[in-house]
Each structure stands twice: as C-alpha cells, then as structure tokens.
C-alpha cells in the first residue's frame, strides 16, 4: 500500500522562488493536513482539509497556500519562497475525526 | 486552544533498562484522544501508541505503555526493555473528536531518546 505519497522529498529554493509540494493519499480519506517541522517546535499545522472542498488555516499559514484537488490530492504552494520557510513539510490523511493519521515521508525544503 | 507540552527535549537510557517520557497537556474538551509517535532518523512518523480519554485503562502496546492521568491533563509513555531501534524522537499528540476541528492533531516540542549499548 502506498499510503500518502508526497513529492519531492529534496528542494532547494532561491529567496522569491515558487513551488508546490504534491500530496496523495490511497486511502479514501476525507481529511487532509499539512505541517511543517522545525528543531524545538515539534510539528505545527499550516492548513488542513476536513473534507473534499474545504480548507482551514492551522497555527502558522502566513506565507502559504493550498489546494484540495480532489479527495486525494492536497497540494501546499509556497508563491514567494523566504529563508524562514526552510523546514521539513509533512503531508498527512485521517479517515475520520479521532482517527489514526497517517503520514507522508516529508519534504525537506531549503530556501537561499 | 489546545497546547502539548514535552518538557524533556533529550533523554537518555541503557539497553534493556525502561524510560518514561513526559507529556501533558491543556484543554477544556472532556471528549478526545491521544498519541505518541515514534519519529527515526528516516524522518517517517510511526504510531507508537493512542488512548481515548473517556477509556480509563491506560493502552499497551508490548513493550509500550502509557500513565493516562486525565485529571491532572498528563500522558507519559513507557518504553519497557528498551532497544536499539527504540532511539528516536517522540511526539505527543492531541486530537479533537470534534468534526469541525478537522481531526487535526496538535503535538507537542518532541523528545530525542537515545538508547545506549
């Protein structure tokens, strides 16, 4: 099973660059998650997708935003990339709320 | 807002012996669930552990086990027989049952275990 696949897993971004980090999970789930990852600040949420069609900001959305394509894909689109958006980024999916989430491997995301 | 705190940013234990993690957290909710995951240097998350807060037996997992201490908002994970493998950061998280929360989780800072041979 593939689970939740995310890509790339390696970029390197030039200050005012712009790229889409691609998710998509097999699993028929209905949510949907973005975070970034930070040494010392554990995992924090950038938006989320609680169903096909809907999208929330989480704790740290200034600087990004998100597509919900359809019920598999959920795309995270830096438009001008910064120095202090360097980070590993997790895509994740749930099935329901309560529910295990589970994780793509990350993107580890450099900005020059 | 819900926060996860994990005021052990390291720690540190002897193969074979068992450690225990610390966690708490803050919330006005009475309904919701809790996890720890298990994070490797292959940067994947991996379920370690889940607990409702409404089942007052604290879950198992082999070699895992949690003190779930709902009144004083505290969730610490214990790592019996620790292993090698076991070397990694863990994460706290929190999860509203609540659909207009999205089933998002909340985690805490993360602590990096290291096991010594």
């Known amino acids: 099973n593939a689970g939740v696949t995310q890509t790339p897993k390696f970029q390197v971004l030039k200050t005012g660059q712009s790229m889409t980090l691609q998710c998509a999970q097999d699993?028929?789930?209905?949510?949907m998650y973005w975070y970034r990852q930070d040494p010392g600040m554990g995992l924090r949420l950038i938006y989320y997708?609680?169903?096909?069609?809907?999208?929330d900001k989480g704790e740290v959305p200034n600087g990004y935003n998100v597509s919900r394509l359809n019920k598999r894909e959920f795309s995270l689109r830096l438009e001008s990339a910064a120095p202090s958006q360097t980070s590993v980024y997790f895509c994740?999916?749930?099935?329901?709320?309560?529910?295990?989430?589970?994780f793509g491997q990350g993107t580890r995301l450099t900005v020059v | 807002a819900q926060t996860v705190t994990q005021s052990q940013p390291e720690m540190s234990v002897q193969e074979a012996e068992t450690v225990t993690l610390s966690c708490t957290y803050d919330?006005?909710?009475?309904?919701?669930?809790l996890f720890w995951y298990k994070q490797p240097p292959s940067r994947q998350m991996i379920l370690v552990i889940r607990?409702?807060?409404?089942?007052?037996q604290n879950a198992t997992e082999n070699r895992f086990s949690v003190n779930f201490q709902k009144a004083a908002k505290s969730f610490s994970l214990k790592i019996s027989d620790s292993q090698l493998g076991d070397a990694a950061m863990y994460f706290c998280?929190?999860?509203?049952?609540?659909?207009?929360?999205?089933?998002?989780?909340?985690f805490g800072q993360g602590t990096e275990l290291s096991v010594k041979p």
């Open positions: 607990q409702e807060a409404y089942k007052q």
């Open positions: 994740a999916s749930s099935e329901a709320a309560g529910r295990v989430a589970f």
């Open positions: 997708s609680a169903s096909e069609g809907t999208t």
């Open positions: 699993m028929n789930h209905n949510s």
């Open positions: 998280a929190y999860r509203s049952p609540h659909y207009n929360q999205g089933g998002k989780l909340i």
């Open positions: 919330t006005s909710e009475s309904d919701y669930y």
